[in-house]
């Protein structure tokens, strides 16, 4: 069953809003007061939010887009993974890199949707 470009768009802002709430978590974590580190999951959510929502009304610029920022996304992701333990073991790190991750491996499995 094929999807159109807009309902891809519409998807991936649904993901994008889990990946904002994991940022937020971040970002206002005593954690990371000690842990700097973590706040590079921060602000490649916030780069890729922010440029996105400007193509929300443009499938094509907003896909293209999303194809640009989707490795900064996974590596900040993959970074995240390996930071969120050392940062704390508690449940809501755990649970933050796991919606990381399948917000990452959505977006990528919705890219490759996309035909042409």
């Keep these: 069953m094929?999807?159109?470009?807009q309902e891809l768009v519409e998807?991936?802002?649904v993901i994008l809003a889990h990946a904002w709430m994991v940022r937020t978590f971040i970002k206002h974590c005593d954690e990371a007061?000690?842990?700097?580190?973590?706040?590079?999951i921060t602000r490649a959510?916030?780069?890729s939010s922010r440029a996105l929502e400007t193509r929300?009304?443009?499938?094509?610029?907003?896909?293209?887009?999303?194809?640009k920022k989707i490795g900064k996304l996974r590596k900040a992701t993959d970074q995240f993974a390996l930071d969120a333990?050392?940062?704390s073991m508690h449940t809501n790190f755990e649970q933050a890199v796991i919606s990381m991750k399948g917000c990452t491996a959505a977006?990528?499995?919705?890219?490759e949707q996309v035909e042409g």
Excluded: T
């Design 85 to 87: 333990p050392e940062a």
């Design 56 to 67: 929300v009304d443009d499938p094509d610029a907003y896909l293209k887009m999303l194809r």
């Design 11 to 13: 998807r991936s802002q």
């Design 2 to 5: 094929s999807i159109s470009k």
């Design 33 to 40: 007061d000690d842990f700097p580190e973590l706040m590079g």
């Design 45 to 47: 959510v916030f780069d």
């Design 107 to 111: 977006l990528e499995a919705l890219l």
